[in-house]
């Protein structure tokens, strides 16, 4: 009888223990996918955070770049408007510049013209004088004809 109690506790034992087992791999195998989803859990979770970080990083990236960028084209439009001023100034120096150079051409055909006036001014009075030097010779030629014949008449009659 001790012996068939001993078998009946050793089998009651042993039975327990596959139960408990079978409970623990019950349990386990239960836990495992637990475990593994709040592994991934915690992958998503510290995968999750580093990305958060990246964009909080990035963000704060790009929000300097905007800034950086907004100040580079208020730069930009400051000097554009800027050469456009010195553009227009440029510009005027140019057309002064021409406008000055079409006032010394100008100027330059003035002074020719009086020198030309002057010269032709000249010419025209020694003109005049050769002339009037033509016609006194002329006049004294015919006046030494005149003499010659009133020279000769007088004689003719003497």
Same mark, same amino acid.
């Given at each position: 009888?001790?012996?068939?109690?001993?078998?009946?506790?050793?089998?009651?034992?042993?039975?327990?223990?596959?139960? +408990?087992?079978?409970?623990?791999?019950?349990?386990?195998?239960?836990?495992?996918?637990?475990?593994?989803?709040?592994?991934?859990?915690?992958?998503?979770?510290? +995968?999750?955070?580093?990305? +958060?970080?990246?964009?909080?990083?990035?963000?704060?990236?790009?929000?300097?770049?905007?800034?950086?960028?907004?100040?580079?084209?208020?730069?930009?439009?400051?000097?554009?408007?800027?050469?456009?001023?010195?553009?227009?100034? +440029?510009?005027?120096?140019?057309?002064?510049?021409?406008?000055?150079?079409?006032?010394?051409?100008?100027?330059?055909?003035?002074?020719?013209?009086?020198?030309?006036?002057?010269?032709?001014?000249?010419?025209?009075?020694?003109?005049?004088?050769?002339?009037?030097?033509?016609?006194?010779?002329?006049?004294?030629?015919?006046?030494?004809?005149?003499?010659?014949?009133?020279?000769?008449?007088?004689?003719?009659?003497?």
């Amino acid at each position: 009888l001790e012996k068939a109690i001993s078998v009946d506790i050793v089998n009651i034992v042993v039975h327990d223990h596959v139960n +408990f087992t079978d409970k623990t791999v019950n349990v386990c195998e239960r836990c495992v996918p637990i475990e593994t989803v709040l592994q991934k859990d915690f992958i998503k979770k510290e +995968f999750y955070d580093m990305l +958060f970080k990246k964009y909080n990083i990035l963000e704060k990236h790009c929000i300097s770049l905007e800034v950086d960028n907004q100040l580079k084209k208020e730069i930009f439009q400051r000097n554009n408007s800027f050469s456009q001023q010195s553009a227009l100034t +440029f510009n005027q120096l140019f057309e002064i510049n021409d406008l000055k150079a079409q006032s010394q051409s100008k100027d330059t055909v003035i002074v020719k013209l009086k020198e030309r006036l002057k010269s032709l001014s000249g010419n025209v009075q020694d003109g005049k004088i050769e002339r009037e030097l033509e016609e006194i010779e002329t006049i004294n030629i015919e006046l030494d004809h005149r003499v010659k014949k009133l020279v000769a008449e007088n004689e003719h009659l003497k």
